[in-house]
Nanobody, 129 residues
Framework: QAQLVASGGGSVQAGDSLTLSCTASVRSFGTSVLGWFRQAPGKEREFAAALSWSGNSAEYADSVKGRFTVSRDNAKNTVYLQTNSLKPEDTAVYYC??????????????????????WGQGTQVTVSS
């Protein structure tokens, strides 16, 4: 049974940084598009960032572009989300996600919630002003 375990969340001040990690026990990790979504209180889950299975292309939501960086270590079956210059509006539960049946283009980093095959359990990020 595939499993994604996320960690690294916490409570920080505005302007601080956090590194989120997600270790996946997914058989096709190396050819999966990996990403992060987040859900703030009272809001729907939204896309944050995704990385192609080649690792050469990334997609970011406009709200995090320039501040967040997604990366992967296939040897460790782990995907990371480096979050910098955090703002109170970044407060949310962050979920890692894996699309194990992406397209044939190794540089395609598109990810939408309906395409996700496996979700992590979520890790809370709280940013205070």
């Amino acid at each position: 049974q595939a499993q994604l375990v996320a960690s690294g969340g916490g409570s920080v001040q505005a302007g601080d940084s956090l590194t989120l990690s997600c270790t996946a026990s997914v058989r096709s990790f190396g050819t999966s598009v990996l990403g992060w979504f987040r859900q703030a209180p009272g809001k729907e889950r939204e896309f944050a960032a995704a990385l192609s299975w080649s690792g050469n292309s990334a997609e970011y939501a406009d709200s995090v572009k320039g501040r967040f960086t997604v990366s992967r270590d296939n040897a460790k079956n782990t995907v990371y989300l480096q979050t910098n210059s955090l703002k109170p509006e970044d407060t949310a539960v962050y979920y890692c996600a894996a699309d194990v049946n992406p397209g044939i283009d190794p540089n395609d980093a598109q990810m939408q919630a309906p395409w996700v095959d496996y979700w992590g359990q979520g890790t809370q990020v709280t940013v205070s002003s």
